[in-house]
């Protein structure tokens, strides 16, 4: 995607005033025309203006931030949204991409999810949303389902100028995780692989795959000027040993519950524990307990499968 023949947009002290007087107070510009907006419920946006227009990434959980966040992009740039790039495929940053009016572009494992769908969302991911915030559920409507005109396996570049924008796959919280590199600015958005002061999705998770992405991005691994999360405030290298630690704490958890004799059903049991972790989140109490369990069933069904294959080897004079 080169740019040719495109005017180019000048940034000046109207951006700024004109930031001020959007709705959101919470609208951070990070780079030169590189926004984000940590305060609607639910999912961090981000937004990157080029001389084509505005890449977004990800959409609002609830249609009247998805709206609002829409509107705030158009008041900063003289040029439509061209492209919405989708992080992952979770409900929460999906059902709105509607507003965008944009192609789709995602990880092939986040796009066949969504193509999985038929011609409506599935119930229960607007049934979740609805849970977490009933308010802003009363507005999430039976929306067709808005599919990917694009995705990747890999990577992938964009020359979007003034920008190249880098896309890598980086599995661990879905299967279809999307990580999403400004170089020339040195800003990376991680989506769910790192989220701050929150509670990290993890029932779809793969634990090696995300504990292998989080370690790619200690410091002697990887440079980057502004982590962005895909939910909380904007981290850095101490939000990535967060998630590592709680990561830790899932292994030791389902471990635990192993070496005593317990089924994943038991696994129920800790999920409150965890939630402590966790004092400041707003989420429904319910909710969290329904996640973090389906999260430690999953690691469970990945972790002592992996245990119980290391003592079938050896029983079997396979490696020890």
């Known amino acids: 995607m080169k740019a040719s023949g495109s005017k180019n947009i000048a940034f000046d ?22 926004f984000v907006e940590t305060g609607f419920d639910g999912v961090n946006v981000g ?16 249609p009247r931030d998805a709206r609002d966040w829409v509107i705030q992009l158009e008041r900063v740039h003289a040029r439509p949204i061209r492209l919405l790039i989708l992080t992952d495929c979770h409900g929460d940053r999906i059902l709105n991409s509607r507003w965008f009016h944009a192609p789709i572009l995602s990880h092939r494992k986040a796009a066949e999810q969504l193509n999985s769908y038929e011609k409506r ?10 849970r977490r915030n009933p308010t802003g559920g009363r507005e999430l409507p039976h929306n067709p389902v808005q599919k990917p005109s694009l995705s990747f396996t890999n990577s992938l570049s964009l020359l979007l100028p003034p920008y190249s924008i880098e896309l890598c ?3 661990g919280p ?20 790192v989220v ?52 830790l704490t899932i292994e030791k958890s389902v471990k635990n519950r192993t070496e ?3 089924s994943p059903a ?50 079997d004079g396979g490696p020890n």
Request: charged residues 20%.
């Open 13 to 34: 002290t109207e951006l700024s005033e004109l930031i001020n007087e959007t709705s959101c107070a919470t609208m951070i510009e990070i780079g030169d025309g590189i």
């Open 47 to 62: 937004a990157i203006l080029t001389r084509e227009g505005i890449v977004c990434i990800d959409a609002p959980s609830y």
């Open 121 to 130: 969302y599935p119930q229960y991911l607007i049934d979740s949303l609805r």
């Open 169 to 171: 796959h980086r599995p």
């Open 174 to 193: 879905t299967p279809g995780n999307t990580w999403i590199t400004i170089p020339e600015e040195g800003i990376l958005f991680v989506g769910d692989s």
């Open 196 to 247: 701050s002061g929150t509670l990290p999705p993890s029932a779809e998770m793969s634990w090696h795959d995300w504990m292998a992405s989080l370690e790619r991005l200690l410091p002697n691994e990887c440079s980057y000027n502004v982590l962005v999360p895909g939910r909380g405030d904007i981290g850095n290298n101490s939000a990535v040993e967060d998630m590592i630690t709680y990561l």
């Open 260 to 262: 005593q004799g317990l």
């Open 266 to 315: 038991d696994l129920s049991q800790k999920a409150h524990e965890i939630m402590a972790r966790f004092p400041n989140n707003t989420l429904p109490v319910d909710w969290m307990a329904n996640e973090i369990t389906r999260g430690l069933e999953r690691a469970y069904e990945q972790l002592v499968s992996e245990d119980e294959n290391q003592v079938l080897g050896t029983a």
